[in-house]
């Protein structure tokens, strides 16, 4: 197996404490996070080979957020420097029946001002064999829609297996693009697709022949095996469609699952009610992580798919975007292991 590269944005974190609101006081949590700076921690807990490819700022902002990854194990050494800003956003942690609520701050930010030619393929692609990205990136400026572009394209000419998790945020898509304009061209290049069922309406324009129950937050799984089925019968290229299944009860209670479609078999996974909800930002990341995992180390897509959804439950108990736990841990969920019961 070789090197893993995820691309895209990492931005600084700024977090109210606890379940405050925004500024109720002085106080925000700074950490770093972004959804393919996220996937590439968890892989690197998971003990593989990662690398994370992006254009960061010049500076202490950028040292220390460089600095973070390497603790984890993760190689940075393909990340571009350049003077200007690091992407921000806002995290106010909702409760109950009260939202959580992010804010973006990332315009002018390196990453949104880079440009074709900012990153040498050749090289950020040396020794990988897998290449993983996602529609946040695209949407932050035509830049890095560019870039994104370009580097599906690089990735399938040398030979890598391309992940896209689809992730539509509607107050990114600000620069005169559509999310389907763009994001239906880089799919031509992806062999595994993650997403959930907005996503792929979103992002792609395919939803099932009746949504109603998926609208209500309803689980039908014949209509997310369409929804997948649609996928990979609009673009050929794609091997297999994984879609993220959350039930929202509140704030802090989400019933998760999973399933995914190879073209052949149809794969639904085990459900976690996770009824006490610590922090579900990086929840997707964690279950992309763990998914790209499970394909790289079992080969087996049922065992794969089982591995992301209890990869993402143990990820809502943790605080921060990163997902901080061990294969051994994840797999001790898979078997059952899931009553918080001390571990002496």
């Known amino acids: 197996m070789g090197k893993i590269i995820t691309f895209g944005e990492v931005m600084l974190r700024l977090k109210s404490p606890a379940y405050e609101r925004l500024f109720q006081s002085p106080v925000l949590e700074a950490t770093f996070g972004g959804g393919e700076a996220n996937v590439s921690v968890s892989l690197a807990n998971y003990g593989l080979d990662t690398a994370f490819v992006s254009v960061l700022p010049e500076g202490a902002v950028g040292d220390a957020c460089i600095r973070e990854m390497r603790g ?3 190689d940075t050494s393909r990340i571009v420097r350049k003077a200007g800003r690091m992407g921000i956003y806002y995290l106010e942690t909702g409760a109950v029946q ?8 990332r315009a002018g930010s390196t990453m949104a001002e880079a440009v074709s030619g900012d990153i040498d393929w050749d090289k950020a692609f040396e020794g990988a064999t897998w290449l ?19 580097a599906v394209k690089a990735a399938k000419a040398h030979g890598l297996h391309v992940s896209c998790d689809l992730n539509y945020r509607k107050n990114l898509w600000k620069y005169g693009k559509r999310a389907d304009e763009v994001m239906t061209e880089l799919v031509k290049y992806v062999d595994t697709v993650i997403a959930n069922e907005e996503d792929v309406q979103k992002a792609l324009c395919i939803s099932a022949d009746s949504a109603a129950a998926v609208d209500e937050g309803e689980i039908n799984v014949e209509l997310y095996k369409a929804i997948a089925g649609k996928v990979m019968k609009a673009y050929p290229n794609v091997k297999r469609v994984a879609i993220t299944l959350r039930e929202s009860k509140s704030a802090n209670h989400n019933d998760w699952s999973a399933c995914l479609y190879n073209g052949k078999d149809f794969f639904l996974s085990r459900k976690y009610s996770i009824t006490d909800i610590v922090d579900r930002v990086g929840g997707g990341d964690s279950f992309g992580g763990g998914l790209i995992y499970g394909l790289n180390v079992y080969g087996d897509e049922k065992q794969a798919l089982e591995f992301a959804v209890a990869a993402s439950c143990l990820k809502h108990t943790i605080p921060g975007d990163y997902n901080r736990v ?6 001790s969920l898979m078997k059952g292991s899931g009553t918080g019961r001390v571990q002496r």
């Open 132 to 150: 993983h990205l996602t529609g946040i990136t695209p949407a932050i400026s035509a830049g890095a829609a560019e870039l994104s572009i370009e």
């Open 326 to 331: 061990t294969v051994a841990e994840v797999e």
């Open 72 to 74: 984890f194990g993760v």
């Open 98 to 105: 009260r939202p959580s609520k992010v804010i973006y701050d």
